[in-house]
């Protein structure tokens, strides 16, 4: 209690001095926090539009269809598959790889044939459209295109286009279909690659001798939350026996790796800052140790043994450290609060960001590990900053020391 | 009874370099009660004499003993232990602590000995009237003069009831109001309460309260006077 009782009292004797290492801190673990939360936003906003866009939380595929996009590589839809706790949304996809041909020019894309209410579930895909309407189930030559594609092609509404791809006996089939809606979804390098029909009208072209049946390639989920995706992937694994069921992060390591690269980012970034850090609170020390060299030679003169003065010295480095991690805290919440509820609008970097999937408004997202790491972190590093100037400290000898000037 | 004893003591600094002889061989004896002035010009060896009494410096060699212990033997820990409870200083700079309040101040050694607040606070108050200070318990150091400064560092030399007090120049900051107000309240401190007070000195007034004076010359003793 002494000892502490008198840290603290010795660290308001240069109260600017104190003040200034406080303040560094207040900035480290705010700006820390904050930069954090944007990257977080920023993957999760990626991640989100990737899942929405591309994933999903989990698919499920015939073996062989992630090597060999075939269209007789397809499973059953089986039924009840909305009944599994978890699962916020499916949509069964008939797919295929075939070429968008317009009066001005064409191109390869990808044909997703989809139940365009349980599809609207998986990815939102419905608000994104801008101009005309969503499909409805049963429109048979209708389609729906992305804004890119239509300034490629010059296509309106109602503009005439044929799709041309492999039935599953390697015939070409080639159909027209009219533009029926226009969509944005944000992420024009997805957009540009793909048009959506009605999954039926896919099918009859598809597997004509099976038109009518539930063949798919592809079955998308969302879940509730990614915590829930193991218990849904084993069940939908006893659901779809035989079929190659995988989560976003076995469809898309990349995604994965994303993950772990903002969490290391973090990382680097808290190192740095505790780097800087570590070197102006030795600073700080050492020169309250040298200013005091005289007071801390009594102090061992009249009977302060060496560990308490050793502890003294560390105290009062942690405490020091400790007044501005709370302050810092709160402006990191404070700030990761306001602009997690408003956006940060970056509307001026919306391009590059809509190239690679990401909203131009991003949303900080609080991480309280974050907070609980960076405490630890100021923490560590006081106290390792705090020991060559307490071992300085009793390495005095009091009889010099009492003398000096 | 003897408080102090040392036994040819003598001290040389940077033995390896350019040797200085601080101490050349110093037999001194101080019983209980007594009140020593060590003095002597400067580079005598005055100071030196004290730290090692104090246990603040080593002899090169000779032997001390304090209160019957052997200090010569002691590591650096159990010199401290030592120094906290048997020994008080009293320095030529006052070196009270700066942030703390003069009855802070005073209770410190009691506090590093862990005794209990009820003792604490009775000590401060009884010690802080014996050197005129109970009106200024609250005062940081800055807010006192020099001699008042002083006579908290009595009180605080005085607090963890120690065999003796050793005093470096304790008046060498002060004017001759504050002298002689602190050496009447040691005085009476050695009659009342029979505290052993050793000083180093080149203060004529402190030399004339004595009642034994010390003199070293060229680090060694050269007389050794009782009133």
Redesign the interface.
């Given at each position: 209690m002494l000892t502490l009782k008198l840290a603290w009292k010795n660290i308001w004797r240069s109260r600017t001095r104190s003040l200034v290492v406080v303040a560094s801190i207040i900035i480290g673990v705010w700006s820390v926090i904050f930069l954090m939360s944007f990257s977080l936003g920023m993957g999760d906003s990626y991640l989100q539009s990737a899942l929405k866009n591309e994933y999903g939380h989990m698919q499920v595929h015939h073996p062989n269809y992630k090597d060999d996009q075939e269209a007789k590589f397809t499973f059953e839809e089986g039924a009840n598959v909305g009944s599994i706790a978890g699962v916020k949304a499916y949509s069964p996809r008939v797919l295929s790889n075939g070429m968008l041909s317009t009066g001005h020019g064409a191109r390869g894309v990808i044909i997703k044939g989809i139940d365009p209410e349980l599809e609207d579930g998986v990815s939102g895909i419905k608000a994104f459209v801008k101009e005309g309407e969503y499909l409805e189930t049963g429109d048979q030559r209708s389609i729906l295109v992305s804004q890119k594609l239509t300034e490629k092609f010059k296509l309106g509404l109602r503009s005439k286009v044929v799709l041309t791809f492999q039935d599953e006996n390697g015939d070409m089939q080639s159909s027209a279909y009219r533009v029926k809606g226009i969509y944005n979804s944000g992420n024009a390098m997805v957009d540009e690659m793909r048009v959506f029909v009605d999954k039926q009208s896919l099918a009859q072209l598809m597997f004509k001798n099976d038109s009518l049946g539930n063949r798919i390639h592809e079955m998308a989920f969302m879940l509730t939350g990614t915590d829930q995706m193991d218990t849904v992937q084993s069940q939908l694994a006893a659901l779809f026996p035989g079929e190659l069921v995988e989560n976003y992060k076995q469809l898309a390591p990349d995604l994965a790796l994303m993950e772990t690269q903002i969490k290391t980012s973090g990382y680097i970034f808290i190192f740095i800052f505790m780097l800087a850090l570590i070197f102006g609170i030795i600073n700080t020390m050492l020169m309250a140790v040298l200013e005091r060299y005289r007071e801390l030679g009594m102090l061992q003169a009249i009977g302060m043994g060496k560990p308490r003065v050793f502890s003294m010295v560390v105290m009062e480095t942690f405490l020091l450290s400790m007044v501005g991690v709370p302050i810092g805290y709160l402006l990191g919440y404070i700030s990761v609060k306001s602009f997690g509820t408003n956006g940060l609008d970056l509307t001026a970097f919306s391009k590059g960001n809509e190239m690679f999937g990401m909203s131009s408004t991003v949303y900080p997202i609080m991480d309280i590990n974050l907070f609980i790491q960076l405490g630890v972190a100021v923490a560590i590093t006081s106290l390792v900053a705090s020991i060559y100037p307490a071992l300085k400290a009793i390495r005095l000898k009091p009889v010099e020391a009492i003398r000096k000037l | 009874m003897k408080v102090i004893e040392v036994k040819g003591i003598t001290k040389t600094y940077n033995p390896d370099k350019v040797p200085v002889e601080a101490l050349r061989g110093v037999d001194l004896t101080i019983e209980a009660g007594e009140f020593t002035a060590i003095v002597g010009p400067s580079g005598s060896g005055k100071t030196t004499l004290l730290?090692i009494i104090?246990g603040?410096?080593r002899p090169t060699s000779g032997d001390i003993w304090i209160g019957g212990t052997k200090l010569n033997d002691m590591s650096?820990?159990q010199l401290?232990?030592f120094?906290?409870?048997e020994i008080g200083?009293v320095?030529q700079?006052y070196?009270l602590?700066?942030?703390?309040t003069t009855a802070e101040n005073t209770e410190?050694?009691m506090?590093?000995?862990g005794r209990s607040k009820s003792e604490r606070d009775t000590r401060v108050k009884e010690l802080l009237a014996e050197v005129g200070l109970s009106d200024k318990l609250d005062k940081r150091p800055s807010e006192l003069s020099g001699g008042q400064q002083q006579r908290v560092a009595v009180a605080?030399?005085l607090a963890?009831k120690p065999k003796f007090i050793l005093a470096d120049e304790p008046t060498a900051n002060l004017d001759s109001a504050s002298t002689s107000n602190l050496l009447d309240i040691m005085e009476k401190l050695n009659h009342v309460e029979h505290m052993t007070f050793v000083f180093s000195t080149h203060d004529q007034r402190v030399i004339d309260r004595a009642r034994r004076v010390v003199v070293l010359e060229d680090g060694m003793i050269k007389s050794d006077d009782r009133k």
């Open positions: - | 730290n104090g603040l410096d650096e820990n401290i232990k120094r906290q409870k200083f320095f700079s070196n602590i700066p942030v703390l410190f050694v506090l590093l000995q605080r030399a963890a």
